[in-house]
């Protein structure tokens, strides 16, 4: 019998997402195969993360290019690109919180995924959209991180899953909008 790779990562993430302590042993029996039959494939934890981090990457490139970053405002595409992530939004968490892919540094999938959000993020600031004392790298980071707690939120059921996009969108956006000087002087008393 073949076993579908493309099944077990996605159980696995599934697996993963909501237990990040699972076992190769619970993976195995989460995808209906043998550990055996799993580390012919995963030879062992960090070869599934490693192939989880390359699914994940492959969909969240998908979600960007989905939300057609370059069209409309930037805050359009802010919107659209939460909307789109959604789906991947578990996986993401997961892959955010998992140290070993972070100890060498993000790779070239991270960073091409970073540049294209922070690419919105300096269109947004070039056009008078969001504040420039917040740099596109922070800004982007505060993307994942809200994706990442949202995704957790929903799957806790803290929050409905309805209501993943407004929710990080308001919070993102409602801190990255520019304000007027005068605005910002009165607050600032």
Not at 117 to 137: C, K, M, N, W, Y
Request: with cysteine; charged share 25%.
């Amino acid at each position: 019998m073949a076993v579908d790779r493309d099944h077990v990562l996605r159980t696995a993430a599934a697996l993963l997402t909501r237990k990040s302590t699972a076992t190769m042993d619970e993976v195995a029996k989460a995808a209906g195969i043998s550990r055996a039959t799993l580390h012919r494939h995963f030879a062992g934890r960090d070869a599934l993360v490693r192939a989880l981090e390359t699914l994940g990457i492959a969909e969240c490139d998908a979600a960007l290019d989905a939300a057609r970053l370059d069209e409309g405002t930037a805050t359009e595409a802010v919107r659209r690109l939460v909307r789109e992530i959604q789906p991947a939004a578990g996986l993401l968490a997961f892959l955010y919180g998992e140290n070993q892919l972070w100890e060498a540094g993000p790779g070239d999938g991270w960073q091409r995924l970073d540049a294209r959000i922070g690419a919105v993020f300096v269109r947004g600031q070039q056009a008078g959209e969001f504040r420039f004392d917040l740099s596109p790298v922070w800004l982007t980071e505060a993307l994942y991180g809200l994706i990442a707690s949202c995704a957790w939120a929903v799957q806790d059921g803290r929050v409905a899953r309805n209501d993943f996009t407004h929710m990080i969108a308001e919070l993102l956006l409602g801190g990255a909008l520019r304000r007027d000087a005068d605005a910002s002087r009165r607050e600032e008393s």
